[in-house]
């Protein structure tokens, strides 16, 4: 196989959302000796991207692109370390750390919008469910994100956005990010009372707004 | 006597006997393999206690068959639920088909449209419609919002608004720990509540559901036990997979019931929804709803319990064209296959918004939802043999007869909203179509229905709890 067939495949592999086989052949890739980053580019990212993009036209729908994900992230962990000990740096549009606030175990529309970032060119950190306001402060430390996107569905919850914002503000890294939220729990309007940058309901417009707190189109 | 609500003579049955049974045994399988997560200490030592192999590690308990089986045969297949005005006493099970409103989350205001969070007042005035609609015949779990009231103790106020504005019976939650102060109110008002226990689909009994059973078992109020998996995102896609997960859902919070107290009331309560694969959202006005709910009565009534359904819903976000026709299907679906509590009338945009307009809109359907239960009655009065001789051809006619004067109206249904009348006649009325008739009809109602006030003492005692649930939960 060529690299570009290799590349091609790998591509596809993300399409098709084969995890086993993406792996498979990102490990082929890197004994290859193909350039780690031009991998993760031209074959990952195309691949996402693809269905990224037929997601937004109707085409792919929320398993294609969730399996899609998975299988990308399989891939790009084998690059990922290939890319740390060459010491190359990857680029992406954004980094945005990721999670469900504390007290609350709604894990899929978090997902799902961590997922059309990364579809559509945003380094992701997902710190999961129940993410206490410590944890989220140590990765904005360790991941250096332009956005933290917070989820709370349920009212109960919903607090705890506050108390994540006030904790940013407490260890000077308020201004350092973007504070985006989402969920069933929050409202333009709570949003903008308790100082957040920018605020979605569905996962399209999370990622819009998103860009348009970075200044991208 | 109980409110006499519909009756549903002939259910109308989607699955075979073996597919119900089938789905029962995948249920009590996965139960007794997988089992559920249930955070709650002391629900959890009475289920180790009654033979539940449980793992207080992982606070997951497995359900030995024969448990799940006593507490289903354990079940009444009837009882009632007392409403504090006996007329209005339930009667749940059997073939009975009650309407129930849900005044709840967020209301469209009728003059502008406009979602709005309720505040006390607003509330009443909404729970005052819902007592004064004749389809209504309980009021569901009005769950939070209220913009003048703290988070903590919404659930709490929203149920005593509920209780102060309408002598219907309602639905107490158990969110945030309310069930306690619930059971306290039910005291003093001499009234039951059904205890609706949400089940976190997949396989979670969430600590306060977990409390909310173990407080309304004990005070004898029937439980409401409530399973709602999102299709494809936390139930299978399949629709049988997911009742598969529903049921097992649950049989699971019904053996915790038992176990409270062995004969408490419970009801089999239908949720699932499909997710919309592109939104990632609730696809609440799906017509596969309805074909769940199907579904759901007849497993209820192979289980020998009496059945519920929180739809109709919809997605629509005005009282629209869907509106009506995503929740009417429903409605009627789940009617015609005989589910006992048809809930969450009113509701807009996946329960999210109730607008008054839609609760008369859907209060008339409901009522030619009864009528097409009612059916056709067969007797010789009826069948009008003699008379169609007497009259015979033309130029007889049969408005002049006495039997048309004496029989019309329990075969007919008459409209309140609908335009029936000719095109002149409308333009002359001033072009008015079913919104604006449902709009005047709700303003009129809102403005000037005065429920039956609780006695003094008795809204005095509501206060008195009200400031202990602030004392507890606000420390103030």
């Known amino acids: ?217 | 006597m109980p409110l006499a609500g519909h009756q549903c003579k002939k259910p109308v049955d989607i699955l075979t006997e073996e597919e119900v049974e089938r789905i029962c045994q995948g249920a009590l399988d996965v139960l007794a393999e997988t089992g559920m997560t249930v955070a709650h200490p002391r629900a959890l030592a009475l289920l180790q206690e009654a033979g539940c192999q449980v793992d207080l590690e992982t606070e997951r308990v497995k359900f030995p068959r024969d448990l799940v089986q006593w507490a289903i045969e354990s079940c009444p297949h009837e009882f009632d639920q007392l409403a504090r005005n006996p007329d209005l006493t339930l009667h749940w099970g059997g073939n009975t088909i009650y309407f129930g409103a849900f005044p709840g989350f967020t209301s469209l205001d009728l003059a502008t449209q406009e979602r709005r969070i309720s505040t006390v007042d607003t509330l009443a005035r909404l729970v005052a419609l819902c007592d004064a609609m004749p389809e209504v015949h309980t009021i569901c779990q009005p769950t939070p919002h209220l913009s003048d009231k703290p988070p903590e103790v919404e659930m709490e106020w929203v149920l005593a608004t509920t209780f102060r504005n309408s002598e219907k019976t309602t639905m107490g939650a158990a969110f945030g720990g309310c069930s306690k102060w619930v059971v306290e109110m039910c005291s003093v008002l001499g009234q039951q509540v059904q205890g609706s226990i949400c089940m976190a689909s997949p396989l979670v009994i969430p600590v306060d559901q977990a409390q909310g059973v173990l407080d309304y078992a004990k005070a004898g109020h029937p439980l409401h036990l409530l399973s709602g998996p999102m299709r494809g995102a936390t139930g299978p896609a399949t629709m049988a997979g997911t009742l598969v997960l529903q049921t097992a859902e649950i049989l699971g919070g019904n053996v915790l019931g038992q176990l409270v107290k062995r004969g408490i009331g419970a009801i089999y309560v239908a949720y699932a929804t499909p997710m919309d694969m592109r939104l990632g959202s609730m696809a609440s006005g799906s017509i596969d709803v309805g074909i769940m709910g199907e579904a759901s009565a007849q497993l209820a009534r192979h289980l020998g319990m009496p059945s519920a359904t929180f739809f109709p819903m919809t997605d629509a976000k005005l009282p629209d064209a869907q509106a009506s026709y995503e929740r009417h299907l429903q409605a009627l679906l789940c009617a015609k296959a005989g589910i006992n509590h048809i809930m969450a009338l009113g509701g807009l945009e996946n329960e999210g918004a109730f607008s008054p307009e839609q609760m008369v809109i859907d209060n008339e359907v409901c009522g030619m939802i009864g009528k097409v239960l009612e059916g056709i009655r067969v007797d010789e009065e009826r069948l009008a043999i003699g008379l169609i001789k007497e009259v015979g051809p033309i130029p007889g006619n049969y408005l002049r007869q006495e039997h048309t004067r004496r029989h019309w109206k329990e075969d007919y249904f008459i409209p309140q909203v609908s335009v029936r009348e000719g095109y002149d006649a409308w333009i002359a009325g001033g072009k008015k179509g079913v919104l604006e008739r449902a709009s005047e009809i709700a303003h009129s109602i809102m403005e000037n229905h005065q429920p039956n006030p609780l006695p003094v003492e008795v809204d005095r005692e509501l206060d008195k709890i009200l400031k202990a649930v602030e004392v507890e939960k606000l420390g103030i």
């Open chain 1, 1 to 217: 196989m060529s690299q570009d067939e290799l590349l091609n495949s790998l591509c596809n592999a993300v399409i098709e959302g084969n995890a086993a086989e993406a792996e498979r052949l990102a490990n082929q890739a890197v004994a290859d000796g193909i350039e780690p980053l031009r991998a993760f580019e031209e074959g990952l990212r195309r691949g996402i991207t693809t269905v990224g993009d037929g997601f937004s036209k109707g085409e792919y729908y929320l398993p294609d692109l969730v399996i899609a994900a998975e299988a990308m992230k399989a891939a790009a962990t084998v690059f990922e370390k290939e890319i740390a000990r060459t010491g190359g740096i990857r680029q992406s549009i954004g980094t945005v750390v990721l999670g469900t606030v504390e007290g609350d175990l709604h894990d899929i529309g978090k997902t799902i919008v961590g997922t059309l970032m990364t579809a559509h060119g945003f380094e992701v950190v997902d710190l999961g469910v129940n993410v206490s306001k410590a944890a989220f402060i140590t990765a904005v430390r360790e991941h250096k994100p332009q956005i933290i996107g917070m989820s709370s569905l349920i009212t109960v919850t919903a607090k705890e956005l506050k108390n994540v914002i006030e904790a940013l503000k407490e260890a000077g890294l308020r201004d350092s990010v973007k504070v985006l939220i989402g969920g069933g729990a929050v409202t333009k309007e709570y949003a903008n009372s308790i100082g957040a940058d920018g605020f979605a309901h569905d996962a399209e417009i999370g990622v819009r707004v998103a860009k348009n707190l970075l200044g991208i189109d």
